[in-house]
Nanobody, 118 residues
């Protein structure tokens, strides 16, 4: 099994920045992609950004140019630098790991709240 522990998040003003971090432990050799999802109130959970096992990065269109995802393969961590935050970025952010051999093995963090105040 893979365990994910997030840190960061909080309350920030419009245009501000926050950084989220996630540390993976357990069967880390089985991790494929690591990344972030978010869920706004009343909305479905959506992918924000992720990094594959070969360091390919994928971003949601809504955050391109503002957020940067990075993965430290030596430390088994993934971070999300969020700049130029908007009220619509508010939500619970979850760290996620694609765990081999398939989706039924995927891991989720406990979630961290990000609130952007206008």
């Amino acid at each position: 099994q893979v365990q994910l522990v997030e840190s960061g998040g909080g309350l920030v003003q419009v245009g501000g920045s926050l950084r989220l971090s996630c540390a993976a432990s357990g069967e880390i050799f089985s991790i494929d992609a690591l990344g972030w999802y978010r869920q706004a109130p009343g909305k479905e959970r959506e992918m924000v950004a992720r990094v594959s096992a070969v360091n390919n990065r994928q971003y949601a269109d809504s955050i391109k140019g503002r957020f940067t995802v990075s993965r430290d393969f030596a430390k088994n961590t993934v971070s999300l630098q969020m700049n130029s935050l908007k009220p619509e970025d508010t939500g619970v952010y979850y760290c996620h790991a694609d765990v081999l051999p398939g989706p039924e093995y995927d891991a989720w963090g406990q979630g961290t709240q990000v609130t952007v105040a206008s």
